[in-house]
């Protein structure tokens, strides 16, 4: 059985190939939308806050984990938004 | 099966929405539906993780989700289509300060706010120490860069002033952050100690930031946020790794991987190279090609209207000025009023035109320009030598034909549209001022070529209302 941490080092690095394969010979219409896409997701970090404001007494850790999930929801909701709006008017339709 | 089975399961599927989500977002028909099954996928994502963490108090976790996703919906809702490049940048910044502040969050709860005396790595495991200080780093990082761009952007801050020995005064604050942060996790057992340590990780990074992205030029800022994107999903992935949360490190390793193809394939289009890009040169040797212009000819409206009145076909080519003077309606107008008589009108899109890859689709899909008359740089530049008129709209260093027949120049080589080749260019541009190479312009000095100043808005709106009444 491999521990914890290896497997971990696992996932990264075979996600890190899917990630450099998914993307090739976008059209330039897609740049600036399949930025924002991918923006967008890196607001996966919404579940890391999700986990850690869990107790109602407020402290540090706690605004600071608030901070981060009010900020990361923001990039979320905002940015597959914004990804929205932008390819709501070409390409969506056709 | 235990919830814990469940959540791990449905985490494949969340997964499997990111990966299709992006790869659909990657072609023009499957776009819009990729972007719905990317959110999806970060549904599924919260709505596994409330299910993992069971009951507990959901009073910060509603808080948060309905304050953040207000603020988001409301800038969005706000924003305006030329701002769009904008607000990506500050929706980066905001994940990737959200990263940093994850990792900032746990080392609090789970090491300063508990009672006694240990390091961070007995109390957390070595794997999460390492991951936390590259959270803190790469994160804020990313958002100090973010916030500098999207003033970039914007024109807020137009200097691009030289960092004396940057490169090294780089190097130097990321292994001092890294080095400091790393003896904190690892031998400081007085924990309010280390978290003073801590913070001074943060002010570095706040510093590498601004460092790595202060000399860049705004035309390169595109480049830069989907650099700083990439790494916003790096900062994303350490975190996963400090929470030791698979989910996590698989989507921010996505997200980091392919921002970075990303950015590459964004390079190849404007045909700089990264480094290049990174470095800071552009338009270091523009002072060359600075000059006076010569012989330059300019029209009002009315005789100008009179020639495309009497042309057969017409290709309008737009540039940021299009955007910032929100002009897209005006030149959907004018086209149309074009249209009308007959005339054949295209759009030819320059990839980099903008202040982003794409800016110029998006814009003009605001205005609900048809897709048909858009055109790509590759498929209209063999049509301009047959066609009567081009209007140039706000745009500069995309139609300088120094990138074709001038070697030294800064922009040489890039792909261009040869807006030269049609028999008569009228440009409509507020003044002979640079592009943001910062050169001097040969296409408005030929002889074929009529300079409509004024506001791009202004002008379109007078040919179309010319070009409709001469009916």
């Known amino acids: 059985m491999m521990g914890p941490l290896l497997i971990s080092l696992y996932v990264f690095v075979l996600a890190a190939f899917l990630g450099f394969e998914l993307i090739n010979k976008v059209p330039p219409t897609l740049h600036t939308p399949l930025m924002s896409g991918a923006n967008a997701m890196s607001g996966i970090t919404v579940i890391g806050a999700l986990t850690l404001v869990t107790v109602a007494s407020p402290s540090v850790g706690i605004v600071l984990g608030l901070l981060a999930l009010i900020l990361a929801s923001i990039n979320v909701v905002g940015g597959f938004l914004v990804t929205d709006r932008m390819l709501a008017t070409f390409g969506g339709r056709k | ?471």
């Not at chain 2, 090294?168 to 990321?174: D, P, Q, R, T, Y």
């Not at chain 2, 858009?374 to 706000?394: C, H, K, R, W, Y």
Request: hydrophobic share 55%; with cysteine.
């Open chain 2, 1 to 471: 099966m235990t919830i814990t089975d469940l959540t791990a399961l449905l985490a494949l599927g969340s997964i499997a929405l990111f990966v299709i989500g992006l790869k659909r977002l990657s072609r023009v028909r499957t776009a819009r539906s990729g972007n719905a099954l990317m959110a999806g996928g970060m549904l599924l994502a919260v709505l596994i993780t409330l299910l993992e963490i069971g009951l507990v108090d959901y009073r910060w976790i509603i808080t948060g989700l309905v304050v953040g996703g207000g603020i988001g919906v409301a800038i969005v809702v706000r924003a305006q289509a030329t701002q769009m490049p904008e607000i990506v940048a500050r929706f980066n910044g905001f994940g990737g300060a959200a990263s940093a502040l994850v990792a900032l969050s746990l080392f609090w709860l789970a090491v300063v706010e508990v009672p006694g005396d240990r390091t961070t790595a007995d109390a957390l495991g070595a794997t999460a120490a390492v991951t936390l200080v590259l959270s803190v780093l790469i994160g804020t990082a990313t958002l100090s860069g973010s916030i500098l761009a999207e003033l970039k952007l914007r024109g807020t801050m137009s200097k691009d002033p030289r960092v004396p020995l940057r490169t090294a005064v780089m190097a130097g604050l990321v292994l001092i952050g890294l080095g400091v942060g790393l003896f904190a996790m690892f031998s400081l057992a007085d924990t309010g100690v280390a978290a003073l340590v801590v913070i001074a990780v943060v002010v570095a990074s706040l510093l590498v930031g601004i460092v790595l992205v202060l000399p860049i030029g705004g035309a390169d800022m595109p480049v830069v946020i989907s650099l700083l994107n990439s790494l916003s999903g790096l900062a994303a992935a350490a975190t996963g790794f400090a929470l030791s949360n698979q989910l996590l490190i698989i989507a921010g390793t996505i997200v980091g991987a392919a921002g970075l193809i990303l950015t590459q394939i964004m390079c190849v289009a404007m045909n700089r190279s990264l480094v290049n890009v990174i470095a800071g040169s552009f338009g270091e040797a523009g002072d060359v090609e600075h000059g006076e212009y010569g012989h330059v000819v300019s029209a009002d409206a009315e005789s100008a209207a009179m020639v495309l009145e009497a042309a057969g076909s017409v290709i309008i080519v737009p540039g940021y000025g299009l955007a910032a003077a929100r002009a897209q309606n005006a030149a959907y107008d004018l086209a149309r009023a074009l249209l009308d008589r007959g005339t054949q009108v295209r759009f030819a899109i320059h990839p980099v035109a903008g202040r982003m890859p794409g800016h110029m689709n998006v814009v003009l899909a605001e205005a609900e320009v048809p897709y048909e008359l858009l055109f790509e740089m590759s498929e209209i530049n063999p049509e301009f030598s047959q066609t009567d008129v081009a209007i140039v709209v706000g745009a500069n260093d995309v139609v300088n034909p120094a990138a074709n027949d001038t070697p030294g120049s800064p922009i040489a080589g890039m792909p261009i549209l040869e807006v030269e080749n049609a028999r008569r260019v009228f440009v409509i541009k507020r003044s002979l001022s640079p592009g943001y190479a910062g050169i001097k312009n040969a296409l408005f000095e030929r002889e074929h070529t009529v300079m409509l100043f004024g506001d791009a808005k202004e002008v379109l709106t007078e040919l179309a209302g010319e070009v409709t009444q001469a009916r």
